[in-house]
């Protein structure tokens, strides 16, 4: 009963994790599509909030992926406190398992690229930028041009989330 307990328990924040994974690249390309309506010239208070929102929202991937992680392992490290031994999966699971690990991964070193390489170049360049003056148009040029490189790499994580998601509902077969 313990075990069945502890089992839903992770699994439910497993599942809310993966959720998180894939809804902020989704929604995070929305608000960048949505954006660029208005075409590649600065709005200020509009792409502050852009940034704002887009760079915001770091912290709570980093989280969704690192429950992601603590919960995937706990899963089996729980039937293995229970029985003394792991779960002998089907043949199946392994398979959807390297899977999930492998596009988690990639997921993790998109994360990478985009909170650690273009966030702050994005966040240096706007800082030059003020409210009510034209920007360097070179300057403007290569914010927009980053952004846009940040838009792909979202909807690569999106599309590596989706997998995640598919690759999950495999890891219980046969069991």
């Keep these: 009963m313990l075990e069945s307990l502890i089992h839903s328990i992770l699994l439910a924040l497993h599942n809310l994790a993966l959720v998180g994974c894939a809804a902020a690249p989704f929604y995070n390309r929305q608000l960048v599509t949505k954006r660029a309506q208005y075409g590649p010239r600065l709005s200020y208070e509009l792409d502050k909030v852009v940034?704002?929102?887009?760079?915001?929202?770091?912290?709570?991937?980093?989280?969704?992926?690192?429950?992601?992680?603590?919960?995937?392992?706990?899963?089996?490290?729980?039937?293995?406190?229970?029985?003394?031994?792991?779960?002998?999966?089907?043949?199946?699971?392994?398979?959807?398992?390297?899977?999930?690990?492998?596009?988690?991964?990639?997921?993790?070193?998109?994360?990478?690229?985009?909170?650690?390489?273009?966030?702050?170049?994005?966040?240096?360049?706007?800082?030059?930028?003020?409210?009510?003056?034209?920007?360097?148009?070179?300057?403007e040029q290569t914010f927009f041009a980053l952004r846009a490189r940040r838009r792909r790499l979202c909807e690569v994580c999106l599309g590596f989330a989706v997998v995640v998601l598919v690759a999950s509902a495999f890891l219980r077969f046969g069991g």
């Design 51 to 139: 940034e704002d929102t887009l760079q915001g929202n770091a912290p709570y991937c980093m989280t969704f992926l690192a429950l992601l992680f603590a919960t995937g392992i706990g899963m089996p490290l729980n039937h293995l406190a229970f029985h003394g031994a792991l779960r002998v999966p089907h043949p199946v699971v392994p398979v959807a398992m390297a899977i999930k690990l492998t596009f988690v991964f990639g997921m993790m070193v998109i994360m990478w690229i985009i909170f650690f390489q273009i966030n702050p170049r994005l966040r240096e360049m706007f800082a030059t930028f003020a409210p009510g003056t034209p920007p360097d148009p070179a300057t």
